[in-house]
Structure formats: structure tokens, C-alpha cells
């Protein structure tokens, strides 16, 4: 998975793994289909790992292993991804678990 325009805010995710200072809750804002949920898809991938490799000096996922392919494909049992259903009719949001590619999500690693 290949980080494409948000290399600083990948590094700076990556120091803050290797120092075990991890944020407790991060919001990843931005342009539809900018790269967000690729971003966060693989900082849940470093978070849940258990081959982290080293890239470019930083501590990345390995990809290839069960987890980082579960969590890919957005099965791993602690990780979702809430989507936004729109209600056409009432123009309301409602939160629901899918695998619909909208443009806003929300992603919870437990």
C-alpha cells in the first residue's frame, strides 16, 4: 500500500509508533478520495502488525501477512470502517458498517 501525498503526516505516524507515543485519536480530514482512508488503512496496519518491518528508516507493516491483508480488505475483527448512508428523502446521515466506497468515513481499531 503505497502512501501518495502524505508522506510527512505518514512519518510523522510512523515516529510516533516507534516512541510508543501512538495518539489515542486521530482525525484525518481532507478532499474526497485524497488518499485518507489509504493513509489510515495503513496506520492500522503498523498499529496491528505482528511482522512490523523497517522502510525507509521508519517502522512500517509488513503487508503481506494475514493481519495487514485482513485489514485490507476490511475483515480483521477489530477493525471498521463506518461509512455515511445518506437518506435521500430526509437528507439525514446515518453511520453504518459497509464496504460502499463514500466519500467520508470514520475508521475504530478496538
Not at 439525514?92 to 475504530?108: G, H, K, M
Request: net charge neutral; aromatic share 8%.
Amino acid at each position: 500500500m503505497q502512501i501518495i501525498g502524505h508522506e510527512k503526516k505518514w512519518a510523522a505516524l510512523a515516529r510516533a509508533f516507534a516512541k510508543s507515543q501512538t495518539p489515542q485519536t486521530l482525525l484525518i480530514s481532507g478532499a474526497g478520495r485524497s488518499g485518507k482512508g489509504t493513509l489510515a488503512r495503513r496506520f492500522a496496519q503498523l498499529l496491528l502488525c505482528p511482522h512490523v518491518v523497517e522502510s525507509d528508516g521508519l517502522p512500517a507493516p509488513c503487508g503481506t501477512c494475514r493481519v495487514c491483508h485482513q485489514v485490507n480488505i476490511e475483515t480483521f475483527p477489530d477493525f471498521k470502517v463506518f461509512r455515511p448512508l445518506v437518506n435521500s428523502v430526509e437528507d439525514e446521515r446515518q453511520w453504518i458498517v459497509a464496504p460502499d466506497d463514500l466519500e467520508s468515513s470514520v475508521f475504530s481499531i478496538h
